[in-house]
């Protein structure tokens, strides 16, 4: 059974200061508070708050993908035997730009967020993982928008189950 982190209640001023948080995490303190129309002070102590609450973490922030040329946003997800994952997610990284590493549960045992110059690159990459580590499948999820382009659509506020009767 998979634990469930426990609900964290936010108010629009948490919900705004996330959202300023994720489109720029070098966000300015006073800026951060003018936006959200409460004092600086304010502002710091719901970031301290959220941060204790773990709702903030740290942050990662992303290259602007079209400067560096890379056109092909990709999720490469990985079934393997043994446990050479740490491997695995090496070899990607030195055969791609590799953003976001992460082991899943679900269909893959891995997942990798990298962005590569082509297709071939990308191809060389999974026929390299399957080859040299045995992976049973290795499957390349090429996306048509890369992600982290759209964060004003994330809804910070899940939907409230409604009663129909």
């Not at 549960?105 to 990798?112: E, F, N, Q, S, V």
């Not at 499948?137 to 129909?164: G, T, Y």
Request: glycine letters at 6%; aromatic letters at 6%.
């Amino acid at each position: 059974m998979v634990d469930m982190a426990p609900t964290v209640e936010i108010d629009e001023k948490d919900a705004k200061i996330l959202h300023i948080l994720i489109m720029d995490a070098r966000a300015r303190l006073k800026d951060i508070a003018k936006e959200c129309g409460i004092s600086s002070v304010s502002a710091l102590n719901r970031i301290k708050r959220l941060k204790k609450l773990k709702v903030i973490t740290g942050s990662t922030l992303f290259p602007n993908i079209a400067e560096l040329g890379l056109p092909f946003a990709t999720t490469i997800g990985v079934i393997m035997d043994g446990n050479k994952k740490d491997e695995v997610l090496k070899a990607i990284g030195e055969q791609t730009n590799l953003v976001e590493p992460s082991a899943s549960i679900g269909m893959y045992d891995l997942c990798a967020l990298v962005f590569a110059e082509s297709i071939d690159e990308l191809n060389r990459t999974a026929q390299l993982v399957k080859k040299k580590f045995g992976a049973r499948e290795v499957a390349l999820n090429i996306w048509s928008i890369p992600p982290f382009q759209f964060f004003e659509n994330i809804d910070l506020h899940p939907l409230k189950e409604q009663n129909h009767g």
